[in-house]
């Protein structure tokens, strides 16, 4: 079983909506990504979180919000999202921001509308 | 930015049989995981492999972090070995940036 969770693991939403994903890893992890991956492709970084403090932004447009509320809480908040932001998005963590090996959660398949 | 290929693209092979996936990157890296993801889509940890050689259980997989590449092996394969085999590293330039390379779809027959 993953140790890195993902809510919700469907969401369908319209252009107008506002939504958000969350993941959470009891690891005790202190870097906390998000990665996006489009069908047939491999997964793409979005942003990396270091003890709760944004260190990489992947030139991610402004209608996708990252939040770190705490060291084990991630959250994308998604407004007036295009359709071509349909896609699987995956949450990982690992022991710090660095080399070390990271762990995937099961993803949040976004539909918009 | 540091290159990462995988080969084969595809795969397709009869239960019990053996195959050999290759990664080659570009730059040295401070890390290499191979994953497998199911179609489901979540992505399994198979190998945390900067370096070296590991085993678990039908699966093994080796870096040659000096020649640039690894190479992830199954033996005697299952249906449930199914899926799309992503190698992904970090260079020291990258750090926390894991970069995927385009993944070799396995297709596994009874």
């Known amino acids: 079983d993953t140790e890195v969770t993902q809510t919700p693991k469907h969401l369908v939403m319209g252009m107008t909506n506002k939504k958000s994903l969350k993941c959470e890893q009891h690891?005790?992890?202190?870097?906390m990504y998000w990665y996006k991956q489009k069908a047939k492709k491999p997964p793409e970084l979005m942003f990396v979180?270091?003890?709760?403090?944004?260190?990489i932004n992947e030139s991610v447009p402004s209608r996708f919000s990252p939040e770190c509320p705490n060291s084990s809480l991630l959250n994308l908040h998604l407004h007036a999202l295009q359709p071509e932001d349909s896609a699987l998005y995956l949450c990982?963590?690992?022991?710090?921001?660095?080399?070390?090996?990271?762990?995937f959660g099961e993803g949040s398949r976004l539909t918009v509308l | 930015g540091i290159q990462v290929e995988q080969s084969p693209p595809d795969l397709i092979l009869q239960e019990g049989a053996n195959s050999t996936l290759r990664c080659n990157f570009s730059d040295s890296v401070n890390n290499l995981q191979w994953f497998h993801q199911n179609p489901w889509g979540q992505l399994i940890n198979l190998f945390y492999i900067p370096s070296g050689t590991k085993q678990n259980g039908r699966l093994s997989a080796t870096t040659v972090a000096t020649e640039r590449y690894s190479l992830l092996y199954i033996s005697s394969s299952q249906t449930t070995d199914s899926g799309v085999y992503f190698c992904a590293v970090v260079t020291t330039d990258s750090w926390g940036k894991l970069q995927f390379g385009a993944g070799t779809q396995v297709v596994v027959t009874p």
């Open positions: 690891m005790g992890h202190r870097a």
């Open positions: 990982a963590s690992s022991q710090e921001r660095g080399p070390g090996e990271l762990f």
């Open positions: 979180y270091s003890y709760e403090k944004l260190s």
